[in-house]
């Protein structure tokens, strides 16, 4: 089974920047849709980006125009560029991978944003 790891979250200040990189430890070609989710303490775990095999994406209304979501297969990797960060936004980000046969979660990687 695909392993996920999580990379690249951090402490950054209001209005800052964080690159988050999700490596699979096989290829992700199987699978359909490759995602972000993230969970803030003591609230549900909630999509942030999604993207398809085909490239496409889609968003969640509180970061369109703020991150982008990509995706390498030659690679295994799907990136999270997440700019004008909010303290709002601090939570534990989850990479997630779906082949409509099965989803699987990486381990997480804790963004904070504060002054």
């Known amino acids: 089974q695909v392993q996920l790891v999580e990379s690249g979250g951090g402490l950054v200040q209001p209005g800052g920047s964080l690159r988050l990189s999700c490596v699979a430890s096989?290829?992700?070609?199987?699978?359909?849709?490759m995602a972000w989710y993230r969970q803030a303490p003591g609230k549900q775990r909630e999509l942030v980006a999604r993207?398809?095999?085909?490239?496409?994406?889609a968003y969640a209304d509180f970061v369109k125009g703020r991150f982008t979501i990509s995706r390498d297969n030659a690679k295994n990797t799907v990136v999270l560029q997440m700019n004008s960060l909010q303290p709002e936004d601090t939570a534990v980000y989850y990479c997630?991978?779906?082949?409509?046969?099965?989803?699987?979660w990486g381990q997480g990687t804790q963004v904070t944003v504060s002054s």
């Open positions: 997630n991978a779906n082949d409509l046969a099965s989803i699987t």
């Open positions: 993207i398809t095999g085909g490239r496409g994406t």
């Open positions: 096989g290829s992700i070609v199987r699978f359909n849709v």
